[in-house]
């Protein structure tokens, strides 16, 4: 039994375990000694799939991106049948809090995944074994000191996280615009970061700084990104839309969209509005 946690764990205690270990700065091995670096945990997914998206990992000198996929043992990767399912392809690391003697962790394809167990990482950090076994809010830590450890390692850990993504973008599009792609994914708050991060990938800063410095004072700019986001009057479904007879600037942004070229256009069901 590993101090601090039950073997009856379920996935989810199992999920909040993973992600305060992270936060202590342990250093990782995959089950074959490979060094494991987290550099950026990915983002949780609510749909059917892996549990996280989109990660960032170093095993030794090479870096994957890819999906993470979390269980209570390591047989349960062949015992859900993952290894027959091409939507778990994407995985690049299995985290298991018990190796129970798996063997490989492959995909359907046959690429074989590093996989790494938590179990023992657990009996070190009594931090994270607390975390996982209940919600923030209950914690009952009666040391000020550890505590504080907690908060700090899950402050820096965030600011570690945001700082690889912005390290990973920049290896692929330059310093303007991966600021304005993450200002941009800023702006959608919890609800619509992704139609914003896909909003700047399709309106590049260049486009929009060519188009200001050709006319600083027309909107074609503003009415690009709105057109392209499909939130334009005329572009939202349940507005019947005719001219505004009273709102002339309105119409004039109308008059610009039309006259652009209409390209790959977003649709106003990709975004979650405020109410």
Known sequence: MIAGLHEDLTEKQVTKAWQSLLNTGCKLQTEKGQSLCVIYPGKTSDTP?????????KVNRHMLKGNIELH?????WHKHEHDRNPVYNGV???VALQDDDAGEIKTQDGTVIPAVTIGRYLKRNPAASVLSRVPCAAVGINSPEVLLTIIDNA???????KA???????????????????IMTA???????????????KVLLCVLESMVRENSQDE?????LLGIAGLLPSQRPQIDYSPFEDYAYVNELEKIWER????DVMAYADWQPFE
Do not use: T, W
């Not at 074609?220 to 690009?224: K, M, Q, T, Y």
């Open 220 to 224: 074609s700019g503003l009415v690009l």
């Open 92 to 94: 690049v690391l299995h």
């Open 155 to 161: 402050g820096l850990a965030r600011f570690c996280e």
């Open 187 to 201: 702006l959608g708050y919890a609800r619509n970061q992704e139609p914003f991060r896909k909003l700047a990938e």
């Open 260 to 263: 652009m070229q209409r390209i």
């Open 164 to 182: 690889a993504r912005f390290h990973y973008y920049l290896q692929r599009q330059d310093p303007g615009q991966a600021l304005y792609s993450g």
């Open 72 to 76: 209570v043992k390591s047989s349960d």
């Open 49 to 57: 799939g892996s549990d996280f998206q989109d990660a960032v990992i």
